[in-house]
Structures are given as structure tokens and as C-alpha cells.
């Protein structure tokens, strides 16, 4: 197999990102301060991490408010980012008022370090992380007086809503997500899709294609880079890290790997993740009888995962093609790719868009059988493992974060200049 390139219909939004409204964001005066928010914990966010590390590599000020995991402190300096921790959080929610009831709490407490911190040290940018949209406007007061905002949409929010809910499209719910949608990216400055299926989507029913721009979960190198394995057991690990919901379609991959584990007697799968079909995923195991054979683990934070992804022989991305996780770009597949450990992956919308045969295996969706057969194939075969490995390693050099890091910088900046004219034009109104 060879590595092909992809249709340029599929690449013309991966260009460098022009600044917004035709600003020139390559020149900076002085190092910015830029604020970011997230729902999420910092040190298991690969996106917020990345980019507020390479900010504060650069000399920028950073401040990071997120949430706080079990005896973390609650305001710590980390790697150049200051990052304050402002509630916990257990990912249990399956009450629609549980969820939304964090939310606002989080909101609330939000708004007023923000306002707080931007009163003691202007910010010239606040970056906001999605989910939920709404966190936006923890950003009023910085954007009143001047400071540019960013939306960053993690996952497209009415569609996340109604996979997790099991909220129908037509719904008066997903209608009011509609509009919020809307109605944030219309306070955002710029908006940020984490695909370009979803920037497709986006233009056409919330923003104007020139207020946005896809930035993919790129793997930051200085996290995602080989070290060589430190396992020599024999036996053949399948891996999944990442969140345990019914659209990712893990206990897919667990039935898939009962109908092969008598052929491959040395395998083991290992899933490591929280969330709210974590039990439900137990009980398979032990209904399987495959207590001795697949391992949930406890989530790791971010800068141990490479070495368990290393360590792994074959990793597993088995979401359900829902209208949601349809169009979600799985955050590991680049990181598999990246560390040189070939893929088992469902044929979505979104991994056929970036992906082909080349440098992944596809199975039909929710087709355990199907994902069976790949297992099967890909376990004795380590030939082909070692192909698509390095077919994949190849691929992924051109969705690497250090080579689209100055696309990044280059918006910030834009927007910051933005942030300083308006601020200029204030002062010297006032002066009048």
C-alpha cells in the first residue's frame, strides 16, 4: 500500500488562516495576555494545553480557568500557564438538569475570576472552549472593554447534546441550541470548528465562512513523541483511551474482541477512560466472561498517555455513526498515528473525509463482526500492523501541531491588534 494524498476539495480549508478582517497579525508590540476557558480538566485537555503552552512558550501570559480533579490544587503554575482550578466534576450526568446545573455553577464562578482577573491585568484575547457554547459570555466584561474573543467548538453543540440525551433533531431543545449557537458565534470575534466537516455545517446555519476556521486536535510533539516501547511480554495489546459514552461505541470493540479471543489467545484489550457507560460496560465484560481478557483503567492525564499509546500493539476507534459521532474527530487517532501504532477505525463521515485504507483499517459501522474480522487480520499479521504504522507516521507529518502552531499565532495576533485599536480609539476619545 501507498500513502495518497487527499482530494484538494479536502484540503483548501487547511491553508494558513488569514487575519481576521484583512488585519496583519504578524507583527506584536509586546507579549499579549490572553485568558482561556474550559469545562474540562487542564492537564487532560490535549487542546487547551496545547495551545496555551505554545502561547506561553513564546512569552505570552496565560491564564487558564477549568476544573479541578480530586487533591489538585487549586491554583498552580504548569509549564509556563497559570491555571486556576474553579470547581470539580464527576462525568455521571445522565440527567439533563444534573449536567446544565454544573454548567451554570461553573458559569457563574467563571465569569467572576475572569472579570476579576481582566480588571487586575487586561486581556488582550480570551480564548473560550466549547462545551457548552454558552461559556462565551463569561467573556463580557473583557469584551466590552476591548478584548477579542475566540469560540472554540470542540463538538458541535445541538449534536452533542442530542447524542447524550437522546434528544430528537426536531425537538424544541435542539431548536433552542440552534439559536444559542447562533447567537454566541454572533458575540465571538472568531470561531474555531475542530473539523472541517463541522465548518461546513457551521457556515451554513450559524456564521459567515469568514469568521471561522478549523483547527484539527493536532499532537503537540513536545507530548506526542516516540521514546521507544518498554513492553516485552509477547502478548498483543489493543488499545482505547478516551471517554466511555454510548456514541463512541466501545462495547462494539468489546463483543468484536470475545468473537476472536479464542484465535488470539495472547491478546488483551485495555480501555482506559471514565463516563457514564463505564458500568454498563463493566457488566459486558463480566457477561462475556472476560474479566482476564479486558481492562478498564482509570483516564491518565495527558503527558502519561504516549507512553501507554506506545506500549500499544493495535489502537481501536469504534464510534457509532450517530448524527453526532458521525462528524466527531476522534482527539487519537492523530496521536496513534503519531506514535507509530496502527488503527482498527469505523468508516464515519469524518474518518473517510481525512483517512483512507492507506493508513488506517476500516470496519462497517456497529458491525462487531466486521470489527472482528479487522482484529483478527491486523493480530496475526504484524507485517501489516508495521506497514500501515509507518504508511500513518508519514501521513501525520503534515498535521503536526509544530507545523500549524503559526497558523494559531497568527490569529491571536490579528486579534489582538484588533483588541489594541479599539482600546487606542477608547483612550483617545476619552482624552477629548
Known amino acids: 500500500m501507498t500513502v495518497t494524498s487527499l482530494p484538494p476539495s479536502q484540503t483548501e480549508t487547511r491553508t494558513p488562516y488569514p487575519a481576521p478582517n484583512g488585519v496583519n497579525g504578524t507583527q506584536r508590540c509586546r507579549p499579549l495576555n490572553v485568558a482561556m476557558v474550559s469545562y474540562s480538566f487542564?492537564?487532560?485537555d490535549?487542546?487547551?494545553?496545547?495551545?496555551?503552552?505554545?502561547?506561553?512558550?513564546?512569552?505570552?501570559?496565560?491564564?487558564?480557568?477549568?476544573?479541578?480533579?480530586?487533591?489538585?490544587?487549586?491554583?498552580?503554575?504548569?509549564?509556563?500557564?497559570?491555571?486556576?482550578r474553579i470547581q470539580g466534576r464527576l462525568i455521571n450526568e445522565r440527567r439533563k438538569w444534573d449536567y446544565f446545573w454544573?454548567?451554570?455553577?461553573?458559569?457563574?464562578?467563571?465569569?467572576?475570576?475572569?472579570?476579576?482577573?481582566?480588571?487586575?491585568?487586561r486581556y488582550d484575547v480570551v480564548h473560550i472552549h466549547s462545551v457548552p457554547d454558552l461559556l462565551v459570555f463569561t467573556a463580557l466584561v473583557p469584551k466590552l472593554t476591548g478584548a477579542s474573543i475566540i469560540l472554540d467548538i470542540h463538538d458541535i453543540l445541538p449534536e452533542f447534546y442530542a447524542s447524550k440525551f437522546k434528544v430528537n433533531h426536531r425537538s424544541l431543545a435542539f431548536r433552542t441550541l440552534l439559536w444559542v449557537e447562533r447567537l454566541c458565534a454572533r458575540f465571538a470575534d472568531h470561531v474555531i470548528i475542530s473539523n472541517d466537516i463541522w465548518l461546513k455545517k457551521f457556515v451554513r446555519r450559524s456564521a459567515k465562512s469568514g469568521k471561522c476556521s478549523t483547527f484539527l486536535n493536532f499532537p503537540d510533539p513536545t507530548i506526542f513523541q516516540r521514546r521507544g516501547r518498554s513492553r516485552n511480554d509477547g502478548k498483543l495489546i489493543m488499545l482505547y483511551p478516551g471517554t466511555l459514552s454510548w456514541h463512541q461505541g466501545v462495547d462494539i470493540a468489546i463483543?468484536?474482541?470475545?468473537?476472536?479471543?479464542?484465535?488470539?489467545?495472547?491478546?488483551?484489550?485495555?480501555?482506559?477512560?471514565?463516563?457514564?457507560?463505564?458500568?454498563?460496560?463493566?457488566?459486558?465484560?463480566?457477561?462475556?466472561?472476560?474479566?482476564?481478557?479486558?481492562?478498564?483503567?482509570?483516564?491518565?492525564?495527558?503527558?502519561?498517555?504516549?507512553?501507554?499509546i506506545e506500549n500499544a500493539d493495535l489502537g481501536i476507534v469504534p464510534k457509532r455513526k450517530d448524527p453526532f459521532g458521525n462528524e466527531a474527530f476522534s482527539t487519537k487517532t492523530l496521536e496513534f498515528m503519531s506514535l507509530g501504532v496502527p488503527l482498527i477505525v469505523s468508516d464515519t463521515a469524518v474518518d473517510t473525509y481525512y483517512f483512507n485504507d492507506s493508513v488506517v483499517t476500516f470496519f462497517h459501522d456497529e458491525d462487531?463482526?466486521?470489527?472482528?474480522?479487522?482484529?483478527l487480520m491486523m493480530g496475526r499479521h504484524p507485517d501489516?500492523?508495521?506497514?500501515?504504522?509507518g504508511n500513518a507516521l508519514e501521513f501525520v507529518k503534515d498535521y503536526s501541531w509544530d507545523v500549524r502552531k503559526t497558523s494559531y499565532f497568527s490569529l491571536v495576533d490579528s486579534l489582538a491588534a484588533q483588541s489594541r485599536a479599539f482600546v487606542d480609539t477608547s483612550s483617545f476619545h476619552s482624552s477629548l
Open 102 to 121: 454544573r454548567i451554570f455553577l461553573f458559569f457563574v464562578r467563571a465569569i467572576l475570576l475572569l472579570t476579576r482577573r481582566h480588571w487586575k491585568n
Open 368 to 375: 462487531e463482526h466486521d470489527l472482528a474480522r479487522c482484529m
Open 42 to 44: 487542564y492537564d487532560g
Open 255 to 308: 463483543r468484536a474482541f470475545h468473537l476472536v479471543s479464542q484465535d488470539l489467545p495472547h491478546a488483551e484489550f485495555h480501555i482506559h477512560g471514565t463516563g457514564t457507560a463505564r458500568e454498563s460496560l463493566l457488566q459486558l465484560i463480566a457477561d462475556l466472561g472476560l474479566e482476564d481478557r479486558v481492562f478498564i483503567k482509570k483516564s491518565l492525564p495527558l503527558l502519561e498517555v504516549p507512553n501507554v
Open 384 to 389: 501489516l500492523r508495521r506497514e500501515l504504522a
Open 46 to 84: 490535549n487542546r487547551v494545553m496545547r495551545y496555551a503552552e505554545a502561547l506561553a512558550r513564546r512569552g505570552d501570559h496565560v491564564d487558564v480557568i477549568s476544573l479541578v480533579r480530586p487533591n489538585q490544587s487549586r491554583c498552580e503554575r504548569v509549564r509556563g500557564v497559570n491555571v486556576y
